[in-house]
């Protein structure tokens, strides 16, 4: 459904102005406003459901966004930079302490049951993706990076206006949600690259092993501008998008929860399985490198070189457990206990050239990104839009994360006018993002809309349609009511 540009899903927060000199730094925590509630439409109706459910009112409330990464799929576990940026739709949570141990969860979408537990008994289940998981991800992270054992419970209640399982990190801002609660709660501090780095951590308790991008870009996002997120150390350098084009996202209504299946630990093993190969045939010490950019730094060469080692070294032919254990002079056992995750023990083939080339050469798409947007020429918006073409056709072919109906919907956001359109997120479902010039936004939305969306029974479910333009948010805040 389209939606007004920029406009209805903008969050409570959107009217706060943040003064450039007020801005934290990724060295400082995130910031505390004072809002008047009464002025905020979602915060009031956020505080009168609290005082419903709880018969009490809430004491702060914590906001921490989604995200659309542009360009960098699936490579930031892998070690490499990507490039998202914050999105308006957020998570945002109620908060009130208790003198209890009791931490007591409730939301406001009907489909999502209540939750209590003892805040000093947190249990994470990794074989049930349910939502108040990643709040206790982001609580536990929290009570085990200060080695806290006698917390003090808490009253939340979550409101969500991120799509579910679209691939715009609704589950990682929920982490990031709770993680800034609870140190809020505590009364403790922490920088934005500390929490993100927690909460990055703690989210691998539901047994999705992910990279950091989602929870970085919730805490360092800054209005009006993308970010290079690189990690080890975790920076974030600001990429100035071109003026002349806008940013749509498309929501394919296809859903996949990372944590419900094991396509996505499956691509992180393969990487791993890949990097072990690679480091192997180059008499690296294999056993101690885990990712695909360690191999490149421990060689010291581009990724150009990168990519043709891979061809030098890896099989297009996928592998068998068996003729990985050869490769690395290892028993079977031991590359299940000491090398596979949990979930992907039982996997029967594994595609280590296809994960590799798409990880060298998508990395290389996320530098020429930031490098095009930097020179701006001309045609930036071309030339932006062909990276993330090749990125889709990547991710589709070579990483295998795409399915009929985001190629479909890619195929159709090219039609009707974007320069580049591609998956963003896991995949497997979810959303595209499109660069699309700013003068061809309004025919883009309508026929989009009516090409996908109406065309099809997708017209029947209008709660999972989203098809709307974004620009840079901001990250992460606390409200105190002034």
């Known amino acids: 459904m389209s939606r007004d540009y920029f406009g209805s899903l903008a969050s409570p927060v959107e009217t706060a102005e943040i003064k450039k000199d007020e801005r934290n730094m990724a060295t400082e925590g995130p910031a505390v406003r004072r809002v008047q509630v009464a002025e905020h439409p979602r915060l009031l109706k956020l505080k009168g459901m609290f005082n419903s459910k709880f018969g009490s009112v809430p004491k702060f409330y914590v906001r921490a966004p ?10 930031d576990y892998c070690g490499y930079s990507v490039l998202p940026m914050a999105v308006e739709q957020d998570m945002l949570i109620a908060v009130e302490p208790v003198k209890t141990h009791i931490l007591q969860l409730a939301n406001t979408n009907p489909l999502y049951p209540d939750f209590s537990t003892s805040a000093n008994n947190i249990q994470i289940d990794k074989t049930k993706p349910l939502w108040h998981n990643y709040f206790l ?21 979550v409101d969500g206006n991120i799509p ?5 990190s609704s589950s990682s801002a929920l982490v990031c949600c709770a993680g800034l609660v609870t140190l809020t709660v505590l009364g403790m501090n922490l920088s934005k690259v500390e929490l993100a780095e927690i909460c990055a951590k703690s989210e691998h308790y539901t047994g999705t092993e992910g990279g950091g991008m989602d929870q970085s870009i919730s805490f360092l996002a800054e209005e009006g501008t993308a970010k290079l997120i690189e990690f080890s150390p975790l920076r974030a350098t600001d990429v100035k998008l071109p003026s002349g084009a806008v940013f749509v996202i498309a929501n394919s209504c296809v859903e996949m929860n990372k944590a419900a299946t094991s396509h996505f630990n499956i691509r992180v093993m393969e990487c791993r399985l890949a990097a072990k190969l690679l480091a192997k045939h180059k008499c690296l010490p294999w056993e101690e490198v885990l990712r695909l950019e360690e191999v490149q730094a421990k060689l010291g060469v581009s990724l150009e070189e990168m990519l043709l080692i891979t061809e030098d070294t890896l099989h297009s032919e996928p592998y ?30 594994f595609k280590l050239y296809q994960r590799a080339k798409h990880v060298y050469s998508e990395a290389a798409r996320v530098l ?17 839009g062909e990276l993330m073409n090749q990125s889709h056709v990547s991710c589709r072919d070579m990483y295998e994360c795409s399915c009929p109906e985001l190629d479909q919907l890619v195929d159709i956001c090219r039609k009707f006018g974007a320069q580049g359109s591609r998956l963003t997120g896991a995949g497997w479902g979810g959303c595209t993002v499109s660069i699309v010039p700013a003068d061809k936004l309004s025919s883009f939305l309508a026929n989009v809309h ?10 029947l479910v209008p709660e999972k349609q989203s098809l709307f333009a974004t620009k840079p948010g901001g990250g992460a805040l606390v409200f105190l009511e002034a």
Not at 66 to 75: A, M, Q, S
Not at 328 to 349: A, H, M, R, Y
């Open 66 to 75: 989604g995200r659309v990464n542009i360009i960098g799929e699936h490579i």
């Open 137 to 157: 991800c982001g609580f536990k992270g929290i009570q085990e990076h200060f080695g806290l054992s006698d917390l003090t419970g808490m009253n939340c209640l």
């Open 164 to 168: 579910p399982s679209s691939g715009l």
């Open 320 to 349: 068998s457990p068996e003729e990985i254990c050869r490769c690395l002079g290892i028993s079977l056992q031991e590359l299940k206990t000491q090398i596979l995750s949990p979930n992907t023990q039982d996997v029967l083939t």
């Open 368 to 384: 020429q990104f930031k490098k095009i947007c930097e020179e701006a020429p001309d045609n930036t918006v071309q030339l932006l």
């Open 450 to 459: 009516e090409a996908y969306y109406q065309r099809s029974n997708r017209s």
